[in-house]
């Protein structure tokens, strides 16, 4: 048979200049480790901008929740005092008005317009009252709610651009070994084009094929020996796969007594040495 190899080929999902290519070709990464990065100025900047604008909406939500300003509310107070002594001033006058009026000092006319004046400041001194106490209450239910939902949606704006951001900086899915690069530092790279080829440990499996009277003793999840020309010790892999139909030998494994005879492909995955030691396209013998 021969080793063969499942590439992963690592691209982002937006299109940008080549900031940073942190593998060459050959080299070992490990896996979650940053292979390379995009450039993109024009995300960076829109993510600050609806960083901002999702504090302003908080801030916003924050003012509704707790009312007026102290300042303001302070303002209220004083006038409420100014209020109160107007009124106290109209009741003492009333009072003189109507003491006045008993002794005929003053007209009828007047003592109403005293008697309205009073009245008046009273509710003057109600309506700053209540003023002062809208002025401590937070905003209606309705603008709370509005405002709430507008900051959840700042969030999930500048939550989504962080996303994108972090897909800038392609991570290796597995330890492996970078088979080859497509562009260098500066280069634009569009949406979705491949920049490194990777071979991770994991996706590396060996195919052979055996005949019919050697299939009843194999089985998925049996333990295979591997030998190669040049290979300094053997390697173990495990069974993975066995076809259900058979096929002509492939005439790169023909032998003197495989020729012209049924087989059925066998897949098995390497154990970790083999996986880093063994190339694709190297053939090998397999024994139980």
């Given at each position: 048979g021969y080793v063969e190899g499942q590439f992963s080929y690592l691209s982002a999902p937006y299109a940008g200049n080549l900031k940073t290519l942190r593998?060459?070709?050959?080299?070992?990464?490990?896996?979650?480790?940053?292979?390379?990065?995009?450039?993109?100025?024009?995300?960076?900047?829109?993510?600050?901008?609806?960083?901002?604008?999702?504090?302003?909406?908080?801030?916003?939500?924050?003012?509704?929740?707790?009312?007026?300003?102290?300042?303001?509310?302070?303002?209220?107070?004083?006038?409420?005092?100014?209020?109160?002594?107007?009124?106290?001033?109209?009741?003492?006058?009333?009072?003189?008005?109507?003491?006045?009026?008993?002794?005929?000092?003053?007209?009828?006319?007047?003592?109403?317009r005293e008697r309205a004046a009073a009245r008046v400041d009273k509710a003057r001194v109600s309506e700053l009252a209540s003023q002062l106490r809208t002025a401590r209450l937070p905003a209606r239910d309705g603008q709370l709610h509005s405002q709430r939902q507008s900051a959840d949606a700042q969030r999930a704006e500048y939550e989504r651009l962080q996303t994108q951001y972090r897909q800038l900086s392609v991570e290796a899915p597995g330890e492996g070994v970078v088979v080859d690069t497509f562009f260098t530092p500066g280069e634009w790279v569009v949406a979705g084009n491949p920049v490194v080829k990777i071979l991770v440990d994991r996706n590396t499996k060996v195919r052979f094929f055996v005949p019919e009277a050697a299939l009843a003793n194999l089985h998925v999840g049996r333990v295979v020996r591997i030998a190669c020309d040049g290979c300094e010790r053997g390697y173990t892999a495990t069974i993975s796969h066995i076809a259900s139909d058979a096929e002509y030998t492939p005439p790169v494994i023909y032998s003197n007594d495989a020729r012209s005879k049924l087989v059925f492909l066998v897949e098995a995955r390497p154990d970790t040495v083999a996986a880093r030691s063994l190339h694709p396209g190297l053939p090998i013998e397999v024994t139980p």
């Open positions: 593998a060459a070709r050959g080299d070992r990464v490990e896996s979650g480790a940053v292979v390379f990065e995009i450039g993109a100025p024009d995300l960076e900047q829109a993510i600050k901008r609806q960083y901002h604008q999702w504090q302003s909406s908080l801030n916003v939500l924050g003012d509704l929740q707790q009312g007026k300003r102290p300042s303001e509310i302070d303002t209220v107070k004083a006038q409420i005092e100014q209020a109160r002594a107007s009124a106290a001033l109209s009741t003492q006058r009333l009072a003189r008005a109507e003491d006045d009026y008993r002794i005929q000092a003053i007209s009828r006319d007047q003592l109403e």
